[in-house]
């Protein structure tokens, strides 16, 4: 073999594109990472408020989003949450669960990306960055052109990721590729993103600028219980970031500000009394949103002055307030992309492409997306073992 020829190479060296280099080195396979950035796991380093919040104790297949919910199980059956931890507690690396399962770095993400190249070296794969693909090609073997020159192997494992997050380097390089060897796309969608609503919305609620509360936020059949934060350009904040992932342009969404509570119950309680509304919605909600939500839809008064219609009315606006997003922020605010390369076209089993023998995708490129909280990390790790298996 001359130096330029491998068994394996992974082109993308993040989450998956890593941890799959790892596997297929540790079959003693010959294995070369082609990264484009400067350093490998760039995405890897900011995530989880640079913290990395690298699984989820309860991911399970319902934990993610694609055109056949089937074809993740057979990859997260196979490396699993456990699987992952019980390598990071083999390097030593202290955690914490933040909440729902969500499993952080005590320290740092660089922690996640040490273990990463420390099990690369220990499973002899070599990395090169600043290294950009020019082309790939394929007859009996694929010849990856790039621009420090020509490297052929026997199989190559797309994992370059979406399109989110530009500024870190991402690009449509793994739809490119995939196209160009006649593989089906579900249209990439920003997903994990904040919500924009119409300028008129948009006005109504600047007053509310800067509150977070805890929320239902309801979307088909979806529902998602975490805080909300309304922003200067729309809603963002866990609950948010969570349902953008099944919203479809131009459908509403359903806010219950008040979950625990029966709000008809609670105001006909105080029907008799000299409360004012805004007063009595202050005991439940932020202060300044009471007041405001009250400036926007009921003007404030003695709760006894209001009738049976009237507080039926409230009790409907907070427990089932309807919004609909004018759009999302984009790639450029997204956390993931969902859509991608359609999972018909692939193997649940290995990755390996149906029609291409020797070709892989791994990870975000692929369309299944996960949940905030740690899913897509861990089907970071699962595609990249089960190809890394395989290839």
């Known amino acids: 073999m001359s130096g330029s020829d491998h ?4 082109i993308g060296g993040g989450a998956a594109g890593l941890f799959c280099a790892i596997e297929a080195g540790k079959r003693g396979r010959k294995v070369l990472v082609l990264e484009h950035a400067d350093r490998v796991g760039k995405k890897i380093a ?3 408020g640079g913290r990395c919040n690298f699984t989820n104790l309860h991911t399970n297949p319902d934990n993610f989003v694609s055109a056949n919910p089937h074809f993740c199980k057979s990859a997260l059956a196979r ?3 456990a699987d992952f931890i019980s390598l990071v507690e083999r390097h030593g690396i202290k955690y914490h669960e933040k ?5 952080f770095c005590d320290e740092s993400s660089q922690q996640i990306i040490d273990l990463l190249l420390l099990e690369c070296a220990g499973a002899g794969v070599e990395i090169r ?3 950009q693909v020019r082309d790939v090609r394929r007859k009996d073997r694929f010849t990856i052109e790039t621009s420090q020159g020509r490297f052929v192997a026997s199989a190559v494992v797309i994992a370059t990721g979406g399109l989110s997050i530009a500024p870190l380097g991402a690009t449509d390089f793994g739809y490119h590729i995939a196209r160009q060897f006649g593989l089906q796309i579900e249209a990439p969608r920003p997903a994990l993103v904040p919500f924009t609503l119409s300028a008129a919305v948009q006005k109504q609620l600047t007053s509310l600028s800067g509150i977070s509360l805890e929320a239902l936020v309801k979307c088909g059949g979806t529902e998602f219980r975490e805080n909300v934060l309304i922003t200067h350009r729309g809603l963002s904040g866990p609950a948010i970031l969570q349902i953008s992932l099944y919203w479809e342009t131009g459908a509403p969404i359903f ?3 008040l979950p625990d509570e029966d709000v008809l119950e609670l105001l006909r309680q105080k029907q008799s009394s000299e409360i004012e509304l805004a007063n009595l919605l202050a005991q439940h ?3 300044r949103f009471a007041q405001a939500w009250c400036d926007l839809y009921v003007p404030s008064r003695p709760l006894k002055q209001l009738n049976d219609s009237e507080l039926a009315y409230i009790a409907r606006r907070i427990q089932g307030f309807q919004l609909t ?3 999302t922020e984009g790639f450029k605010k997204a956390e993931v992309t969902a859509g991608g390369v359609a999972t018909s076209e692939l193997s649940s089993q290995t990755m390996e492409s149906k029609r291409v023998p020797g070709l892989y995708f791994i990870g975000e490129v692929v369309d299944v997306t996960g949940q905030l909280g740690g899913y897509n990390f861990q089907w970071a790790w699962a595609s990249g073992y089960a190809a890394g298996q395989a290839a």
């Open 7 to 10: 068994d394996v190479i992974v």
């Open 46 to 48: 900011i995530s989880g």
């Open 79 to 81: 490396y699993t949450p």
């Open 99 to 103: 909440k729902l399962g969500q499993l």
């Open 129 to 131: 960055c600043q290294c």
């Open 255 to 257: 806010i219950n500000l």
């Open 285 to 287: 909600l932020p202060r």
């Open 325 to 327: 997003p004018s759009g």
